[in-house]
């Protein structure tokens, strides 16, 4: 018997959610469950709940991101919650961010066969992309680090008023609380916590928004964006 034999079929709130994308959430549930598993990108603990507790607890985070902006999912992992919002808005611009060869790997067979033609995989850590990618307008993650640690790497990636959304669970309040002052030398210039999904998923997602401003991930981070934009300039010229 294979993993996949354990996938639970689709709720009726995931034909809600992805509307004409259903049968392309369907099939990257059955990769999850099949080769996500293989490749030990998911635990196969996780394949009878994969539905609620993964992929329509990042679908509804929809609702958080405006309309028509770039998004940077840093630490995508197995395209968590990045897949998902793309499957929902293609009105957005991703960008998959992750480090490891076989989930960028993953997250490339994933995009082609399901014609994600708004997303793209990047190699790499965020550290490391740091004025060689566009700053984007919405960075996201889940389970990625605590907040002050996501922060010190997805901030940077914003543009100016740009946004961090980050999926929490019941730590989010303490961790936004506990990284107050770190966010603030980052440049955050205001911090919230939203409850998305109502009636799509229980209990809600929870996400905390830290929105920044003219000068995302502060001074330090400014100069070191400087540093790599002259850097990749001298190397075209060559």
């Known amino acids: 018997?294979?993993?996949?034999?354990?996938?639970?079929?689709?709720?009726?709130?995931?034909?809600?959610?992805?509307?004409?994308?259903?049968?392309?959430?369907?099939?990257?549930?059955?990769?999850?469950?099949?080769?996500?598993?293989?490749?030990?990108?998911?635990?196969?603990?996780?394949?009878?709940?994969?539905?609620?507790?993964?992929?329509?607890?990042?679908?509804?985070?929809?609702?958080?991101?405006?309309e028509a902006v770039t998004v940077c999912d840093v630490g995508s992992g197995a395209g968590l919650p990045g897949i998902p919002l793309a499957l929902v808005r293609d009105d957005l611009n991703i960008t998959l961010l992750e480090p490891l060869l076989r989930r960028t790997n993953f997250l490339t067979e994933v995009v082609e066969l399901l014609g994600l033609d708004h997303v793209t995989v990047v190699r790499g850590r965020a550290e490391e992309v740091l004025g060689k990618l566009p700053p984007v307008h919405v960075v996201t993650a889940r389970a990625v680090a605590p907040l002050d640690?996501?922060?010190?790497?997805?901030?940077?990636?914003?543009?100016?008023?740009?946004?961090?959304?980050?999926?929490?669970?019941?730590?989010?309040?303490?961790?936004?609380?506990a990284s107050a002052a770190a966010l603030s030398k980052l440049g955050a210039v205001e911090t919230s916590i939203l409850h998305v999904g109502e009636g799509i998923v229980d209990p809600l997602s929870t996400v905390v928004r830290v929105e920044v401003g003219e000068s995302p991930g502060g001074v330090?981070?400014?100069?070191?964006?400087?540093?790599?934009?002259?850097?990749?300039r001298t190397r075209r010229r060559r």
């Not at 549930?29 to 990108?41: P, Y």
């Not at 914003?158 to 946004?163: A, D, I, K, S, T």
């Not at 330090?220 to 990749?232: I, L, P, S, V, Y």
Request: proline share 7%.
């Open 220 to 232: 330090r981070f400014a100069a070191k964006r400087a540093k790599a934009a002259r850097t990749g």
């Open 149 to 177: 640690r996501l922060a010190t790497w997805g901030i940077p990636l914003l543009r100016p008023y740009g946004e961090m959304l980050a999926l929490k669970g019941d730590t989010a309040e303490e961790e936004l609380k």
């Open 1 to 66: 018997m294979t993993e996949a034999a354990e996938l639970p079929p689709a709720p009726e709130q995931a034909r809600e959610v992805f509307g004409d994308r259903f049968a392309d959430a369907v099939r990257y549930a059955e990769l999850l469950a099949e080769a996500g598993v293989q490749r030990g990108l998911i635990g196969p603990r996780e394949v009878p709940r994969l539905w609620e507790r993964h992929i329509l607890n990042c679908a509804v985070l929809s609702e958080a991101v405006p």
